[in-house]
């Protein structure tokens, strides 16, 4: 990998907590969820490698519970020992080599029930996130979640969730991705065309007793 290569999220620093400005969920005043602000934050790269003809930008939570058996359950907490999946919040690929960052907004600027669209943008190719799948069946949210939308962790569980905003530098234009792909897909059509990657964390919690 280039060295030099480098994202930056100005919102909050590596590692600190995600304000609930970027946040799907957070901790309500009459119950344990309330909706967040879901906006998009500003995102920033530099210094891409000799080469580089696109970009592309993968964010997900590997922390996520394996089972949905206690998740958000009155009376019950998700262990920490329970085995963790990574989901997927954000997929933007063939962003034109000459855009150096995004705009606090451009990708989301509020919850969307039924979600956003996928496809091409002003700023590349968007794919679905993982909400897709968490609101399979709910008659009020169910659909395609395209572009960003930001955590929501289980306002039960034991641990901290930590959310990776990762650019990738690549050599070619396109990935050549349709429709509503999903996080394997970019990962697969990836492989071998990654110049340079960089990230920038944030951690998250919807649980009063766990400190983010």
Known sequence: MA???????????????IPAKFAFGQPGTDGPFALGGNTSPAIAWADAPEGTRSFAIV???????????DVNQEGKTVPADLPRVRFYHW????????????????????????????????????????????????ADMEGTYGSYDGPCPPWNDSIIHHYHFEV?????????????FGGQDVLDAMEGHVLASASHMGTYSMNPAVSA
């Open 59 to 69: 964010c997900h939570d590997p922390d996520v519970p394996s089972s949905g058996e």
């Open 168 to 180: 990738f530098a690549l050599d070619v234009e396109t990935l050549g991705l349709e429709g509503d």
């Open 91 to 138: 997929l933007l690929v063939d962003i034109p080599a000459g855009v150096g960052g995004l705009d606090e907004g451009a990708a989301s600027q509020g919850v969307t029930a039924r979600g956003k669209s996928v496809g091409k943008t002003e700023h590349g190719v968007t794919g679905k996130n993982d909400y897709t799948g968490w609101f399979a069946g709910d």
């Open 3 to 17: 060295q030099g290569f480098s994202v930056q999220i100005p919102s909050w620093e590596h590692g600190a907590v």
